[in-house]
């Protein structure tokens, strides 16, 4: 999902020399690993009215305007940076559209997909998600991905978000562990309980390898 981390590093460093081409470079080519990000976690009624590529523009300019404090002291590896920009602001454009109730998106019920027998909608959406597809194959991904949703929306927060980290992010398990300050082996497990949690709610073995 995230760009070439050598290609990023190099671009990092052109960037800390000032070099602006570099710096628009290096932002745009995470743009769609930060859409993915976005339109994975965006409340679905919320995404009626605002445009995951609206918020990853903000991110953008954000991730361009914080850039030089980011490069004097990097706590995080580029991407998991420009990931928790995307955070905080799918963070306020929820509080602005639910808090502040400017209407009650809430009121809004989602969308009920069936399930469907054998395959994990999981294990189906990682096989098909890179692939040239046909217009039959792209209709079968769409259908996974709302089911795949649907499903999520009935986990916890804790839970939900760790699947999206492994499956949408594609982040490591060493990566998580770093950002939910936890260590590697409580990270996998946490991750195989949320993983049985999904597979139950859709219906499927609850057996994890």
Request: aromatic content about 4%.
């Amino acid at each position: 999902m995230w760009p070439d981390s050598d290609e990023t590093l190099e671009l990092l460093k052109d960037a800390g020399d000032g070099d602006a081409g570099a710096v628009n470079q290096l932002l745009d080519r995470h743009r769609e690993s930060l859409r993915r990000v976005i339109q994975y976690r965006l409340d679905r009624a919320i995404a009626r009215r605002v445009d995951a590529s609206d918020i990853v523009q903000e991110v953008l300019i954000e991730a361009s305007r914080r850039l030089d404090d980011y490069l004097a002291n990097p706590k995080l590896p580029f991407h998991l940076w420009l990931r928790q920009l995307a955070k905080d602001s799918l963070i306020d454009v929820h509080r602005k559209h639910k808090v502040a109730q400017r209407r009650s998106v809430d009121r809004e019920q989602p969308m009920q997909f069936p399930a469907t027998p054998d395959a994990s909608a999981v294990d189906l959406l990682a096989q098909i998600r890179d692939l040239e597809l046909t217009p039959a194959a792209a209709t079968i991904r769409k259908e996974l991905e709302l089911r795949f949703l649907t499903a999520l929306d009935e986990l916890n927060d804790e839970d939900k978000e760790i699947i999206l980290m492994r499956h949408v992010d594609q982040l490591e398990n060493q990566e998580v562990s770093q950002l939910l300050g936890l260590t590697p082996p409580a990270a996998g497990m946490r991750y195989l309980r949320a993983l049985r949690k999904l597979r139950s709610v859709l219906g499927e073995s609850t057996s994890v390898d």
